[in-house]
T-cell receptor
Framework: AQSVTQLGSHVSVSEGALVLLRCNYS??????LFWYVQYPNQGLQLLLK??????LVKGINGFEAEFKKSETSFHLTKPSAHMSDAAEYFC????????????FGTGTSLTVIP | DAGVIQSPRHEVTEMGQEVTLRCKPI?????LFWYRQTMMRGLELLIY????????DSGMPEDRFSAKMPNASFSNLKIQPSEPRDSAVYFC????????????FGPGTRLTVL
């Protein structure tokens, strides 16, 4: 079965510092890839997604992610963290081999230190 | 569009009582998903529907849980009888397609079973 691994359940960065949230998947067939964000007491919302085409994907709020097939990774980055970026971030994959079954990672909680 | 609507936002009930959670998906979305989120287990897919038909309910924890989608505008998730371990945030999400499209999440229902 497909699996999604998010390294680091908690990440802290200083305001203005680089944000790097890691996501790796296990599949011999590249899946569709997503990053979602969840602010406190809210549902998840899509940050960005990769399906085909350019491997560097830009999303909302200055976030971007790069699909690296050789590393089976889809890490999320943002050059400069803002206080408003503090939230839970979920990586998700859609497995093309199993009728696009959706799998979410366990989430990474991002804290931004002023 | 108002987005995915869930009600109630908060539910507190006593063990043994029946609980009904409600969801109105975004108009035109053919897929509807029910998720449960807890600190211990993260985000779990319970069941999903396509064109009002349940497709995969393998995530439903046990027979106490049931879900229906009588029409394209409404779905409910019932727990009968409820138990304290059912306490969680329950999310409904909808999407236009199965795997490549964005899932739009509702705000969630926070269920507390005493």
């Amino acid at each position: 079965a497909q699996s999604v691994t998010q390294l680091g359940s908690h990440v802290s960065v200083s305001e203005g510092a680089l944000v790097l949230l890691r996501c790796n998947y296990s599949s011999s067939v590249p899946p569709y890839l997503f990053w979602y964000v969840q602010y406190p007491n809210q549902g998840l919302q899509l940050l960005l997604k990769y399906t085909t085409g350019a491997t560097l994907v830009k999303g909302i709020n200055g976030f971007e992610a790069e699909f690296k097939k050789s590393e089976t990774s889809f890490h999320l980055t943002k050059p400069s963290a803002h206080m408003s970026d503090a939230a839970e971030y979920f990586c998700a994959v859609s497995d093309r081999r199993t009728g696009n079954q959706f799998y979410f990672g366990t989430g990474t909680s991002l804290t931004v230190i002023p | 569009d108002a987005g995915v609507i869930q009600s109630p936002r908060h539910e507190v009930t006593e063990m043994g009582q029946e609980v009904t959670l409600r969801c109105k998906p975004i108009s035109g979305h053919d897929y509807l998903f029910w998720y449960r989120q807890t600190m211990m287990r993260g985000l779990e897919l319970l069941i999903y529907f396509n064109n009002n038909v349940p497709i995969d309910d393998s995530g439903m924890p046990e027979d106490r849980f049931s879900a229906k989608m009588p029409n394209a505008s409404f779905s409910n998730l019932k727990i009968q009888p409820s138990e304290p371990r059912d306490s969680a945030v329950y999310f409904c999400a909808s999407s236009r397609d199965r795997g490549t499209g964005e899932q739009f999440f509702g705000p969630g229902t926070r269920l507390t079973v005493l």
